[in-house]
């Protein structure tokens, strides 16, 4: 078959959407760089051309994920929010981070399952993001205090700390476990939890 030329930028592209993929199925210590030729219907020698080796393209892709993240971070960061706290809003932003996992599923994958067990860098960067994320919630908490609808005992840090967690465990342990998650379901539950906690209403 023969082969379509592709620009430099698009090549690069398949090659990693191409060992997302393998890592995602194989892990990344049974990848092989054939492996992802294979899966990107590419010569060898078109590999080297953009990645030294199986963990550059590693590398590439945790690059990648970080800036997709970051993105959304940014653009979350960037809209205003009510003067109250409102049920509907904020289970939109919930939605929107559990919609960006599951489009992203196998790069999230890659990420959470292999990731931090094959770059060093990999805590250092992931620490960085993770500040900005919390520094975002702990700053939406105070302000919703400052205007009454928040509880003063509420700890904006434990706040944060505690939506890290659920966010994790959401991913690890639902999101990249089953077929057909239903995100709208679990969307519902958790925010009723954050809203309400466990004890009856009334």
């Not at 997709?68 to 509907?88: F, H, N, T, Y």
């Amino acid at each position: 078959m023969a082969r379509i030329a592709l620009d430099r930028e698009t090549r690069r592209q398949q090659l990693l959407e191409a060992a997302v993929r393998v890592f995602a199925r194989k892990g990344y210590r049974e990848t092989s760089i054939d492996d992802i030729i294979t899966e990107a219907e590419v010569a060898r020698g078109t590999f080297y051309l953009y990645f030294p080796g199986k963990k550059e393209i590693f590398l590439a892709i945790i690059d990648h994920y970080f800036e997709l993240v970051s993105e959304l971070v940014d653009r979350l960061m960037g809209e205003e929010w009510p003067a109250r706290l409102d049920r509907a809003r904020f289970r939109e932003h919930v939605l929107t981070w559990l919609r960006f996992f599951m489009e992203h599923r196998d790069l999230t994958k890659v990420i959470y399952r292999e990731a931090t067990s094959i770059d060093p860098q990999f805590e250092d960067r992931w620490n960085r993001l993770s500040e900005t994320v919390k520094h975002f919630l702990i700053e939406r908490v105070r302000a919703l205090q400052r205007r009454g609808h928040l509880r003063q005992t509420l700890d904006p840090h434990a706040w944060a700390l505690f939506m890290e967690g659920v966010f994790h465990a959401a991913i690890c342990h639902y999101i990249l476990q089953l077929d057909q998650p239903d995100l709208e379901w679990l969307a519902d539950q958790w925010v009723d939890l954050m809203f309400w906690g466990i004890a009856p209403r009334g």
